[in-house]
């Protein structure tokens, strides 16, 4: 496997499904627009910036059985640092021609690079296959927990076919040997700044936070005469089968069509309807509920049987509801339906059709993310000084935490 002029390693099913879901929850949740046409992503520094730093908790251990690999098999142990962490989505006419990962100035840094697959070729996505220029393998194939790792150099020139349907969704980290792009001091910083000056920190968890200019995204082939485009939001709201309400004056109004009306109406409280129903309560923008979304999705399966028995919260008809003397909600129109089908429909099944919704389980799911956030949340806050101390993020043993707690 080890040619010397291809320095170059390929691990199947080295990240469990488990994690791959998780990961895929979180991106799900929390991505924006990307750094090329049809692309999407979410940083560790994005996740801090939305007020979701305790998200990058599920990436920690990962991070670090990745970075033992390459250092061992590219024979340079604690000489790497992680320059960048990021979830990459690449959707319906997303491509990269030949290049190395090192091939603009600003990006000489990086000596390595790692791909890891969190959803399937031929499952969730049609093509997108990678390939090497020379040496062996020549072509992978992406699966779900496999991970390739190469030099960023020109020995490991490479390409990626265009994804035809669905979305393909990595883990992408480079390193460097250079500790000056130590992407783990930025980020300790970031999360320093946030904890130091948010009141956030004595409420019992955080909510997420839209960054409302990287939510919007415009079709690339339209140009600029008639933009069309979407809320990545409200899109991922819709292929789960839901859309957001409103009691905002604005909806309706003449401008109401706008982007910019738009992601603002999105940053106010909102609440969520499917079908016929609407579920009374209230979210506190579009983020928070994406996320609650995303949750029940990932555990779907887990809320099906466990909510028999249960009340389903407070859902109304939508008939009912405009019956009300006063009632002034309105949905949040989506924008282009038909653009945002095209680049988040997945290619296996439709997911807005999980014949077994229910709201009993749905109530559920909103009570197991909300401790799942705050577990996380707690973690993240025991962990920190630890971190500010090594200047390093990693798995604080949980033995340290209890310690720390107890003193
Ligand atoms: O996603 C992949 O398989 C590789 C992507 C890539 O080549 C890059 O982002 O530079
Ligand atoms: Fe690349």
Known sequence: MADADHPRLILHDFLSPGICKELQ?????????????????????????????????????????????????????????IEFTGLISWTKGASIGWHSDDNRPYLKQRDFAVVCYLNTHGKDFKGGLFHFQDGEPSTIVPMAGDVV????????????????????????????????HDED?????LLSQNF??????????????????????????????????????????????FTFYSSDDKIGSSSSDSSHDLSELLMKPLCLGRE????????????????VLQFYSWKASEYQEATVGRGSGNVVSLSQLQLKKNNSLKPIPLGDIQIARTVFGSVSCDEARQSSFHW?????????????SRKLRQELLMSLPFWRTHQSIFSVPLMDLESDTCT
Not at 185 to 189: N, Q, T, Y
Not at 277 to 290: M, Q, R, T, V
Not at 360 to 372: K, M, Q, R, V
Request: glycine residues 6%; aromatic residues 14%.
């Open 149 to 180: 790792m190469y030099t960023a150099d020109s020995q490991n020139i490479h390409s990626v076919d265009e994804i035809t349907e669905g979305e393909r969704l990595t883990l992408t980290l480079w390193f460097s040997r250079d500790s000056y």
């Open 360 to 372: 009993a389980g749905f109530t559920a799911a909103l009570e197991a993310w909300e401790s799942y």
């Open 276 to 291: 016929e129903e609407l579920l009374e309560k209230e979210f506190d923008n579009s983020l928070h509920a994406l996320q």
């Open 25 to 81: 929850f979180i991106y799900k949740s929390c991505s924006t627009v990307g750094y090329r046409p049809n692309v999407f992503s979410t940083t560790l520094s994005h996740l801090i910036a939305t007020n979701c730093g305790h998200l990058i908790l599920p990436f920690i251990s990962v991070r670090e059985m990745l970075k033992e690999k390459v250092e061992e098999f590219f024979g340079c142990e604690y000489q790497l640092f």
């Open 196 to 241: 130091l000056n948010s009141k956030e920190v004595e409420l019992g968890w955080y909510l997420p936070l839209p960054a409302s200019s990287d939510m919007y995204w415009f079709s690339p082939d339209t140009g600029s005469r008639h933009k069309s485009g979407f809320d990545i939001s409200c899109a991922r709201a819709h292929i789960l089968g």
């Open 185 to 189: 001091v930025k980020l300790i910083s």
